[in-house]
């Protein structure tokens, strides 16, 4: 992620919180795969360097797969979060951290669009308001499935 603001990124964003989730699918991968884990928590600095001040991270989920068969309270607090307007962004290291079935998927993304939240990921930021990066969000959630 480049530490230039993007454009897409308002005071009225920044106004609100970001919102970093932090998932690894298995307790294996929570005990082995700890540069994973570094890197996700790392997007909490990186947020505060493109100026917003107030950071959650959401680290409820880790162990648990993202798949929805299984219940993500870390997952249905960012939801909340999003539905109150009190996210400016979210953050994940790939967006498939966020969910790995199109429902939860489409679902926040949904979400997202209609409170003008961000989603930001290694490779952009979206806008799902946006009809080009709804696009791209639509085509990150199949492959993540």
Same mark, same amino acid.
């Given at each position: ?25 298995? %307790?294996?991968?929570? /005990? ?10 790392? +997007? =909490?600095?990186?947020? $505060?360097? #493109? ?30 979060? %999003?539905?109150?307007? /009190? ?10 951290? +966020? =969910?790995?079935?199109? $429902?939860? #998927? ?40």
């Amino acid at each position: 992620m480049s530490a230039l603001l993007p454009t897409k990124i308002t005071p009225q964003h920044l106004q609100r919180a970001a919102y970093v989730y932090v998932r690894q699918s298995t %307790v294996t991968q929570v /005990h082995e795969h700890l540069e994973s884990q570094r890197r996700q928590y790392a +997007l =909490a600095e990186h947020a $505060r360097t #493109w100026g917003w001040q107030h950071v959650e991270v959401v680290d409820d989920d880790l162990g648990r797969s993202g798949s929805g068969r299984v219940v993500r309270p870390g997952f249905e607090r960012l939801v909340a979060a %999003v539905c109150d307007e /009190h996210v400016g962004a979210v953050f994940a290291l790939e967006a498939s951290r +966020l =969910a790995r079935n199109n $429902r939860d #998927w489409h679902h926040l993304v949904d979400l997202c669009g209609l409170t003008a939240t961000l989603l930001i990921d290694g490779e952009g930021v979206y806008d799902p308001r946006d009809f080009n990066d709804r696009l791209l969000l639509g085509l990150k959630g199949t492959m993540s499935e």
